[in-house]
């Protein structure tokens, strides 16, 4: 190709087996084979077995966020919904988003009793602000480029993604033959997504009667319910032999951007059963080279299923149309070769500059943080209103804990439910990893008060009571931080949370051995705060408490209210 070279960067939120990971891959090592220099960012550094699966991988460049700080490129890559946030933390003269789907729809049903769940709906509206950045994006898939254009008047070029056709062949590698009045289905994805709905697809399988049921997944899973042979975590160039062993892929994901998996299965010889999802249609014909079912429309995917099974001239006529389409549909080589057009002629036009990027971020974490402190208010006006259904709401105790040498990670942390206006007990079990060890109790994730009868660590192997909190002298001794404040209350300890990150640091255990379990109990009760305002000494300092809890309330909801990004998956 007679191209400029360029330096191109993508910031890559996991290295490991997914699919829009693999066609960052696709694209980034055949743009390197075209004479430009590429790098993945990520916000850690990555040990290479994690992109092993792909073994071109290795060969591009990798850095972290921090070594690339003083990198100058041409280009630099948002690639999923989070990334958009931090180009302003890399130099280049071009900026833009690659949309491999919607990701606002990737988001669970929000629920209040559960821990990750109970804001989801906050941080779907962040999610799809991502997609308010004026930068020149790319797609893969026409409803994606359609919906940004109706959506926000983005112009997204598109960019089909294409095939390994040198591994991706009918025949070339099988585990076990296909048989003659047997079917064979493959169900693909991890088994824990819920928009990829494995568990549903496996469950159908064996409603209709199928003679095998196989999963190809990247769950790390050696087994699972109804599935006779699993393929966990396997390197991409051993994939086309599990697709060739079997007649079907049914793939009933409820979400996708131009799915791969059933294109893969046209060219191992396969047909497939898909719901409607959106991207489909880029390729899939309903009756031609496959079936397409409307969502939830089981009744319908079994019915195909036993049809496929008891008239197997069905199967080799959608077998056959799969066919055509996959000798009709371009190789990757084709498809980075549009893809390394689009970002020259990205280049060629006036760039983004990197304190628009930092004031439109700044700007959507703003509106992000309302949003936050309105729910806050929300919820501590039903707190205050203490009615009937606050008591049923629900509360959580978040723990952290680490060896002394090492610090606090932020990922080694367990969460307990407790529903509020009641006395409850959350229990927790942790494995001590190395003395000194830490714990921190976060005792709500609500605004209002917290009272802690006890705090008892129990070591499971020696049975030694290791730490016992229980009085209101106890908790004097233990270090208050963050958005925690420490009142005085007769009876019980009590401590006023007003925002997102109340913290309890109890003094290290140093009793103990690696790999121990310590067993902790935390009892407590979360009240209101409204009780505050009758003039009674609560302050442990023996100021007056009416003053003091109004000019804490008063200043209560001017504070931030955010927490960090949600795990990706």
């Known amino acids: 190709m007679n191209i400029d070279s360029l330096s191109i960067a993508f910031i890559l939120g996991s290295p490991d087996i997914n699919g829009g990971t693999y066609v960052i891959y696709e694209h980034g090592t055949r743009l390197q084979q075209f004479g430009h220099r590429v790098t993945m960012i990520t916000e850690q550094s990555i040990d290479p077995a994690r992109h092993a699966w792909h073994p071109a991988a290795v ?10 700080k003083d990198e100058q490129f041409d280009i630099v890559l948002a690639t999923w919904w989070q990334s958009p946030f931090l180009l ?24 209040p009793a559960h821990h990750d769940k109970r804001d989801l709906s906050l941080w779907q509206e962040f999610c799809e602000s991502s997609y308010s950045f004026n930068i020149p994006v790319i797609t893969e898939a ?28 009918d025949k070339k590698n099988i585990i076990s033959p296909r048989q003659k009045g047997r079917l064979r289905v493959l169900v693909e994805g991890p088994v824990d997504v819920f928009y990829k709905n494995v568990p549903k697809s496996i469950e159908l399988c064996h409603l209709a009667g199928v003679d095998e049921v196989w999963l190809l997944t990247s769950s790390d899973v050696e087994s699972f319910p109804g599935v006779d042979r699993v393929f966990s975590r396997i390197p991409i160039h051993k994939t086309p032999a599990v697709y060739g062993s079997c007649d079907v892929l049914v793939k009933l994901s409820y979400i996708e951007g131009m799915f791969g998996p059933p294109l893969e299965m046209f060219h191992c010889g396969g ?3 898909v719901y409607d999802v959106t991207g489909h249609d880029e390729y899939i014909v309903h009756g031609e080279n496959s079936y397409v079912v409307p969502r939830d429309q089981d009744e319908q995917v079994v019915q195909y299923l036993q049809e496929l099974k008891e008239q197997p001239e069905k199967l080799d006529i959608l077998k056959q149309g799969a066919a055509t389409t996959a000798q009709n549909w371009p190789d990757w080589d084709h498809a980075s070769t549009e893809f390394a057009q689009a970002l020259q002629q990205i280049t060629k036009q006036p760039g983004a500059s990197q304190g628009y990027l930092q004031s439109w971020t700044e700007k959507l974490n703003r509106d992000n943080e309302k949003r936050f ?16 259904e606050n008591e049923q709401s629900e509360n959580f105790v978040q723990l952290y804990y680490w060896e002394d040498a090492q610090g606090l990670q932020p990922q080694d942390f367990q969460w307990g439910k407790y529903s509020g206006n009641t006395a409850a007990m959350v229990e927790f079990d942790v494995v001590i990893t190395g003395v000194p060890f830490w714990i921190r109790v976060d005792p709500s994730v609500k605004v209002g008060l917290i009272n802690i009868a006890s705090i008892e660590v129990v070591n ?7 730490y016992l909190c229980n009085t209101p002298a106890h908790f004097v ?4 931080a963050g958005t925690l404040r420490r009142l005085n209350a007769p009876d019980m300890a009590t401590f006023l949370s007003y925002g997102e990150d109340p913290q309890l640091l109890l003094p290290a255990i140093s009793r103990g051995e690696i790999g121990d379990i310590l067993h902790i109990v935390i009892k407590l009760r979360e009240t209101g705060v409204s009780q505050l305002f009758n003039g009674d000494d609560l302050f442990l300092d023996g100021s007056c408490a009416s003053s003091k809890c109004k000019k804490i309330i008063s200043t209560l909801f001017g504070r931030k209210k955010s927490g960090s990004f949600p795990a990706r998956r």
């Not at 933390?89 to 669970?108: G, N």
């Not at 499971?460 to 290791?466: F, N």
């Open 373 to 388: 402190l309105a729910k806050v208010e929300e919820q501590f006006a039903a707190r205050e209103a203490d009615t009937e």
């Open 88 to 111: 302003h933390k890399l130099s280049a003269s071009h900026y833009l988003y690659f949309v491999q789907s919607i990701e606002s729809r990737f988001f669970e049903e929000e629920d």
């Open 460 to 466: 499971q192997y020696s049975g030694d009571t290791v």
């Open 477 to 480: 001794e233990l270090y208050v």
């Open 271 to 273: 047909t497939a059963i």
């Open 142 to 169: 026409r409803w994606i480029q359609d919906y940004l254009y109706q959506t926000y008047n983005s112009r997204a070029k598109l960019v089909r993604n294409g095939i390994r056709k040198d591994i991706y062949q």
């Open 59 to 68: 060969e591009l460049n990798w850095l972290t966020f921090d070594q690339a």
